[in-house]
């Protein structure tokens, strides 16, 4: 009984989303730096992801640490800046539920 207990609060707790902090950055420059790029870093993230088949990711400079992004269409508009993720975190990845620009 209590094993079964102990599991379904853990099951509950998987089920809601976590928040997660960063810069939506692309899987060519994945912690974020694009100093030696001739470009804007919102241009060369945009390009890297849509000309270079890269993929959008979220770089968490606290954790040094990045992650997948499930969605890989909402996140353009964000690229570049700094964004709240609420989803679930599935290995390395995300789980996109929605994505807010961090206050």
Known sequence: MKKTLTLLISAAALSFGASFTGVITDSMCDNADHKD????????VVECVKGMNGKYMLWDAAAKKSYKLSDQKGPEKFAAKKVMITGTLDGDTIKVDKIEAAK
Do not use: E, L, V
């Open 37 to 44: 790029m001739k470009m804007p870093d919102a241009k060369c």
